[in-house]
């Protein structure tokens, strides 16, 4: 299908994790249980996509209430100051997609960041990649109370942004995700390569 009868999208919409940065829970289960009495696997295991983690970034627990629970959970001993560091440094950057933003940005299109994820997550991203500070703003779902693919998620960057329908212009490597902000009306890119994710957006006419 021609996208080209199609109006041009005015705002881009980028998931986060695996589309800007890589990121590995295997890195902290391997810190964490280098100070506890736990196999790294089985750390793992309670951290990446696990309830845990859900009930983490939809904003249910707090950062002390995580780190006690990961703490009971796992025999980590260490203190909350030295967790949330670990915690955090899982992530590594995604240089072409993080290129194409720059390119975005230096065209004036607004950009916003739409994520699962946590306060550790951010915190820990603010103060190590100087990219993440030039988005238009920032859609959390530990702020949400509500996470992607939940359609409530949808609507508060719909408000966010001030746009709907094929306006936004959306990029997540997860299918469910896409699939959602397409019933919405959308324009949607199914992240896996960089390249098709640059391609596609510049068939949109953004960079
Ligand atoms: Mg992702």
Not at 55 to 66: I, L, V
């Amino acid at each position: 299908m021609s996208t080209n009868h199609l109006p041009k999208p005015t705002a881009v919409v980028f998931d986060l994790g695996k589309v800007l940065l890589e990121f590995d829970y295997g890195i902290v289960a391997r810190r964490l249980a280098a100070h506890s009495g736990r196999d790294a696997e089985q750390i793992r295991g309670l951290l990446d996509q696990s309830p845990l983690l859900l009930r983490f970034e939809s904003g249910q627990m707090t950062n002390e209430e995580f780190f006690r629970e990961v703490s009971g959970l796992t025999g980590y001993t260490g203190a909350f100051e030295e967790f949330a560091g670990i915690f955090g440094d899982i992530f590594s950057a995604i240089h072409p997609m993080i290129d194409l933003h720059a390119q975005l940005r230096a065209r004036g299109v607004p950009t916003f960041i739409f994520s699962n994820t946590n306060e550790l997550a951010v915190r820990h991203i603010r103060a190590n990649y100087p990219f993440f500070a030039h988005f238009t703003d920032y859609i959390y779902s530990h702020e949400a109370g509500a996470m992607k693919p939940d359609h409530r998620i949808y609507e508060i960057v719909e408000r966010r942004t001030g746009r709907t329908g094929a306006e936004l212009l959306y990029i997540d490597d997860r299918k469910e995700n896409v699939d959602a902000g397409a019933a919405r009306g959308w324009r949607v890119v199914h992240h896996q390569l960089p390249e098709q994710t640059i391609a596609a957006v510049r068939a949109a006419g953004l960079v």
